[in-house]
Every structure is written in structure tokens, then in C-alpha cells.
């Protein structure tokens, strides 16, 4: 049971817009920053949106991140197939146990 | 360029002591720390601890701790993890991943990761 919620699975056509939500508590999203990361199969995770919304470079502005309160978002636009992968989000909690990093427990896009 | 370089897969048998290594280049490496991440087969991502590359400081997730150790070697820049009396539930890809120095918690560079199976 991760600690972060998101949908087990999400599709698309490509070119549509595909949205991944990602549900915390205040001890995490609600008082700290959301970081997404794509996977690739059989490949290690790659840092997709920081920040809640901040692109490293080289990502394209297809992806963007955004927060409210305890949870946090993912929007892919202009869906490729190169997209299909699975998506996590991650942020620090400060509760009792930490403070340490928590991961959501992925989603895996499919393109249709 | 910037990358993490990890050694190559262990097979150990349950209460043995696994030490998976992290070579850094491209950058400074004391002006970062890195975090070790797990993923058991096909599942999540799960984050194991961290440890300042530039005094050692290190913080563990709890679930493992008295069984995990970080350190870090500057003259090599290599980072280390150490994992002591696994279990078959500790079988899993281990990954070091460099923090975003502006971001505690994002993790921008990656190594490609070092599969670990603890098996009789």
C-alpha cells in the first residue's frame, strides 16, 4: 500500500490529452513539493516534472505538473507512443516516521 | 557527461550482505547527495535512504533501519549501498539516483540500476 494514490492505469489516443492524479495528506503533498517520474520499460525512472511544475530540460511542454493542497497532477498533451510508460509521483513526508521520500504507486499509461 | 555507473547484479542467499556500488562522473560529487531506490519485480518505486556526499550525513527509511548503511568513498566518488541480512522480499533492481540540488527529493540523474536476487 503506497503512501501516495494514483490510478493503477491510464489511456489515451494519440494526440489526446491524458491527466494522472496523485493523492496525499498533509504531511507530504500538502506541505511539500511533487516530483513525477516516467518509466520505460526495463529502463531506470527518468525526473519528468519538479517542483509540482518545473520541466527539467530536455522534457518537452507536453508534460506539465500542477498541485492543490494534498494532491497533485499530471498532464500529457499531444499523446505519442512514445508516452506509453508507467508515471509515478513522489514527494517528501514530514510525518512521525520521516522524514523520508514517498512514491506513489504508479500508473501505466497505455496509448491506444 | 553527467552519469552514475552501479556494479553488476548479485545473487546472495537469505542472511547474507549485499554492497551495491555508485560511480559518479560529470560532476562535482560532493555538491549532491544520492538517494538509493528500490523496485521489487513488477512493482513500484520504493525510496530506501540518503546520504550527503559532502559529510556523510544520511537519513534512512525507517522499515529498514539497523539493516541498511550508506557511505560514500570522495576520492573515488563512489557511493555505496549496504544491505545486511536479506530476505527474499529484499530481491528487487536497486537504483542510486542524484538529488536535484535545489529540490530536496527529486532525483534528475539515475544509475541504471543493479538486480539483486536473494534466493536458497
Known amino acids: 500500500q503506497s503512501v501516495l494514490t494514483q490510478p493503477p492505469s491510464a489511456s489515451g489516443t494519440p494526440g489526446q490529452r491524458v491527466t494522472i492524479s496523485c493523492s496525499g495528506s498533509?504531511?507530504?503533498?500538502?506541505?511539500?513539493?511533487v516530483n513525477w517520474y516516467q518509466q520505460l520499460p526495463g529502463t531506470a525512472p527518468k525526473l519528468l516534472i519538479y517542483?509540482?511544475?518545473q520541466r527539467p530540460s530536455g522534457v518537452p511542454d507536453r508534460f506539465s505538473g500542477s498541485k492543490s493542497g494534498t494532491s497533485a497532477s499530471l498532464a500529457i498533451s499531444g499523446l505519442q507512443s512514445e508516452d506509453e510508460a508507467d508515471y509515478y509521483c513522489?514527494?517528501?513526508?514530514?510525518?512521525?516516521?520521516?522524514?523520508?521520500?514517498?512514491f506513489g504507486g504508479g500508473t501505466k499509461l497505455t496509448v491506444l | 557527461q553527467v552519469q552514475l555507473v552501479q556494479s553488476g547484479a548479485e545473487v546472495k542467499k537469505p542472511g547474507a550482505s549485499v554492497k551495491v556500488s555508485c560511480k559518479a562522473s560529470?560532476?562535482?560529487?560532493?555538491?549532491?547527495?544520492i538517494s538509493w531506490v528500490r523496485q521489487a519485480p513488477g512493482q513500484g518505486l520504493e525510496w530506501m535512504g540518503w546520504?550527503?556526499?559532502?559529510?556523510?550525513?544520511?537519513n534512512y527509511a525507517q522499515k529498514l533501519q539497523g539493516r541498511v548503511t550508506m557511505t560514500t568513498d570522495t576520492s573515488t566518488s563512489t557511493a555505496y549501498m549496504e544491505l545486511r541480512s536479506l530476505r527474499s522480499d529484499d530481491t528487487a533492481v536497486y537504483y542510486c539516483?542524484?538529488?536535484?540540488?535545489?529540490?530536496?527529493?527529486?532525483?534528475?540523474?539515475w544509475g541504471q540500476g543493479t538486480m539483486v536476487t536473494v534466493s536458497s
Open positions: 539516483a542524484r538529488e536535484l540540488g535545489t529540490t530536496p527529493g527529486a532525483f534528475d540523474i
Open positions: 560529470g560532476y562535482t560529487f560532493t555538491s549532491y547527495g
Open positions: 546520504i550527503s556526499a559532502y559529510n556523510g550525513n544520511t
Open positions: 517542483s509540482n511544475n
Open positions: 498533509s504531511s507530504n503533498i500538502g506541505s511539500n513539493t
Open positions: 513522489a514527494a517528501w513526508d514530514d510525518s512521525l516516521n520521516g522524514p523520508y521520500v514517498v
